[in-house]
C-alpha cells in the first residue's frame, strides 16, 4: 500500500512554472505507477500524465506535451511533475494517483493524495 501526498501548488502568472511533489510513504513505492490528474470547478477529472515503476516511460495528455515534465526517485519515494509555460485553463486541483496497473483512467488508479491547488493568473 502507499498513500501519496502533494505539495507545490500556489498562484503563478500566465507563462510562469510551478513544480508539483508527490510524497508516498511505503517500502513499495518503486512497484507502482504514478500519474497526475486535474479537476478544475464544475469539470471531470482529467489525465495529465503518468510514469511507469522505473521511470524509464512516461506519457503526458496532448494538452501539455511539450510543456510539462514527469520524474520519479524511487529511492527518495518521491515523483515530481514540473509545469512550465502555465496557461489559465491549467487551473485546478492537481491529484497523484498511485496504481499497479499503468492505466489512463482515474478509477484504474487505486491510491490517491489530497490534491494540490494550481492558480494560474492572466
Known amino acids: 500500500q502507499v498513500q501519496p501526498v502533494e505539495s507545490g501548488g500556489g498562484l503563478v502568472q500566465a507563462g510562469g512554472s510551478l513544480r508539483l511533489s508527490c510524497a508516498a510513504s511505503g517500502r513499495t513505492f518503486g512497484t507502482y505507477a504514478l500519474a497526475w490528474f486535474r479537476q478544475a470547478p464544475g469539470k471531470e477529472r482529467e489525465f495529465v500524465a503518468r510514469?511507469?515503476?522505473?521511470?524509464?516511460?512516461?506519457y503526458y495528455a496532448d494538452f501539455v506535451k511539450g510543456r510539462f515534465t514527469f520524474s520519479r526517485d524511487n529511492a527518495k519515494s518521491m515523483a515530481w511533475l514540473q509545469m512550465n509555460s502555465l496557461e489559465p485553463e491549467d487551473t485546478a486541483v492537481y491529484y497523484c494517483?498511485?496504481?499497479?496497473?499503468?492505466?489512463?483512467?482515474?478509477?484504474?488508479?487505486?491510491?490517491w493524495g489530497q490534491g494540490t491547488q494550481v492558480t494560474v493568473s492572466s
Open positions: 510514469i511507469t515503476r522505473s521511470g524509464e516511460t512516461t
Open positions: 494517483a498511485a496504481s499497479r496497473n499503468y492505466g489512463l483512467r482515474p478509477n484504474e488508479y487505486e491510491y
